[in-house]
């Protein structure tokens, strides 16, 4: 059904779809998704035996056929070349397989040693045994082989530092802003020759006419010569001041660089993903409501990879003007949809945000661009290598991944969890914040147990006869915690915060026990727990272990000097053994 309830044309009698792989051919055709983009992949130019040629080209149909997993062209062509790649690994052994019944373990073992261990190796791999695994000839052992597990190369890269991103923004920005003025002033041109404002056959009177045929046709008025080449008329080139895409086409359109800018643009000012990016469509618009100088524009995003009910989400943008959330789309939207409008009027309309002027007409006529594929993407990326310079490589996760580190600090299109380890954790930039919050965090810690700790630490030997476990006591019937002239009946734990407790060398063995006993608990116990029974002791003995009263020499030799006595008597005392 159409959006308007009417039902939707049917083929013609007979009609069916064309096959994926012609019966005994070699030739697999790929449509992807959208209808428009196809791809062809000729299975006889791979360099091994028939028979194999023809089992690749099925287990490839499958997957590039409607029922397929395979939904853009970029996809099937990199299984291509990855099954391009394997089938010159087959042909260089001895013997060659000449089908996948022939296909071993010890072959598959010899092409997993070969892939490099890296996210490109480890790909390849996985890509081959996902094609290859189900066909009912591959041998049981080297299907076994196959579902092995491969490792996954950890991605390394960090966000762009401030500097580096905002060179590449402010270039992205120039690209695209350049564009959107002079597609501007062309369609204000256009506008006022549609109106009857310029004199009919003067010079701009020409350039209104040579422009409303570009909106239309996507080309300005041409013949075809005898050659049969399509040249311009010379009195619209002459007017347009040449026959050059500078002085014609792009004078409404993008070019296929300056939408990389803009995509480039809008990842870097909203960090969303760089597919959804590409396949966003036209955003609905709508006025506010309570404010008639204000657009909510809705976006719809889709992101693949997610589960079917995951896939889409939404974002409502304002536009009020100058750096509001959603001036940027509707800059985005004036700068291509005078391509949107020549694609309908050829019959090639299309509800994608980002179109732009192929650089040539086809043969076939004016058609939708193609989203960015791996030549486009070369050809733009290469002028950005230049003109960022040295050092500074455009990469459009990194870019994201500045987005949402460094300026929206909230999770955007993933989980907190993924947001925590995969963007936050990594990243040198939250290193370096959390440094100062870490030893803030500690100098606090060790204050705390500083101004709690109340036992003197002394150079000199005491009375062994006035010893506790942890200290000497000076005064055992005037304790601070107890009644005067009663027996103390606190912990010895508490020792340490006694001013009537007097700690030296001696007691520093069972001491440095105490402290690595209770960081070995803090790691394996319930954090209430811990926070109930031994938090506070604990920290009073990382104040005196940071205090300068011992060295750290001393602290060690007195952890590797402790007797099996004094173990006996801290282990005792850590189960509450002498508790009153």
């Excluded at 009195?235 to 359109?253: E, I, N, P």
């Amino acid at each position: 059904m159409s959006r308007r309830g009417r039902k939707a044309a049917l083929p013609e009698g007979g009609h069916r779809r064309p096959d994926v792989l012609a019966s005994g051919g070699l030739l697999v055709r790929h449509v992807a998704e959208d209808g428009v983009k196809k791809a062809t992949y000729d299975f006889g130019l791979l360099p091994v035996p028939e028979m194999l040629q023809r089992e690749f080209a099925e287990v490839f149909a499958a997957t590039a056929g409607p029922d397929g997993t395979w939904k853009s062209i970029a996809s099937s062509r990199e299984a291509w070349l990855i099954v391009l790649y394997f089938s010159r690994f087959l042909a260089a052994q001895n013997p060659v397989p000449g089908s996948l019944s022939e296909l071993s373990p010890k072959t598959w073992a010899a092409w997993r040693i070969s892939r490099t261990p890296n996210s490109t190796g480890f790909r390849q791999l996985r890509k081959v045994a996902q094609l290859l695994r189900e066909h009912p000839r591959v041998p049981e052992e080297t299907r076994q082989l196959m579902t092995k597990r491969v490792g996954k190369e950890k991605v390394k890269e960090t966000a762009y530092c401030e500097a580096d991103f905002d060179r590449i923004k402010k270039l992205a920005t120039q690209k695209f802003r350049a564009a959107l003025h002079r597609i501007r002033d062309n369609q204000q041109h256009l506008q006022r020759w549609r109106d009857g404002e310029l004199d009919e056959g003067s010079k701009d009177w020409l350039v209104g006419e040579a422009l409303d045929s570009l909106g239309r046709t996507g080309e300005i008025p041409h013949y075809s010569g005898i050659d049969s080449r399509r040249r311009p008329i010379a009195r619209y080139a002459d007017a347009l001041g040449g026959a050059s895409a500078q002085h014609t086409w792009k004078r409404l359109f993008l070019t296929g660089e300056e939408a990389c800018a803009l995509i480039v643009l809008l990842i870097a000012t909203y960090g969303w993903n760089a597919s959804p990016v590409e396949l966003m469509k036209v955003p609905d618009a709508a006025p506010d409501a309570g404010n008639d100088k204000q657009t909510i524009y809705r976006v719809e995003l889709h992101k693949k990879r997610r589960t079917a009910r995951m896939q889409y989400e939404t974002r409502n943008l304002a536009d009020w003007g100058a750096n509001s959330p959603g001036r940027l789309i509707a800059q985005a939207i004036e700068a291509t949809e005078p391509a949107r409008q020549a694609l309908e009027s050829v019959g090639g309309a299309t509800d994608r945000l980002i179109v732009w002027r192929v650089g040539r007409r086809r043969p076939d006529g004016f058609h939708p661009a193609e989203l960015f594929d791996a030549g486009l993407r070369d050809n733009a990326w290469r002028n950005w290598r230049e003109e960022l310079g040295a050092g500074l490589n455009l990469n459009l996760r990194r870019l994201r991944k500045t987005v949402v580190i460094a300026h929206q600090r909230t999770p955007s299109q993933h989980t907190r969890d993924t947001h925590d380890a995969v963007y936050l954790l990594s990243d040198p930039r939250t290193h370096a914040e959390a440094a100062p919050i870490i030893s803030a965090g500690i100098s606090e810690a060790i204050d705390v147990a500083s101004a709690a700790f109340q036992a003197r630490v002394s150079r000199a030997e005491t009375d062994a006869g006035q010893d506790t476990p942890t200290a000497s006591c000076t005064d055992y019937r005037n304790s601070p915690f107890g009644e005067a002239g009663s027996p103390c009946r606190a912990s010895f734990l508490m020792c340490t915060a006694c001013s009537n407790a007097v700690i030296t060398l001696r007691h520093l063995p069972r001491l440095a026990y105490i402290h690595a006993v209770l960081g070995e608990l803090k790691a394996v116990l319930d954090p209430a727990a811990w926070d109930q029974d031994w938090r506070t002791p604990y920290l009073r003995l990382c104040g005196l272990r940071a205090a300068p009263d011992f060295t750290d020499t001393e602290w060690t030799d007195a952890l590797n000097d402790v007797t099996d006595t004094e173990k006996a008597m801290i282990d005792q005392l850590l189960r509450k053994g002498y508790d009153a």
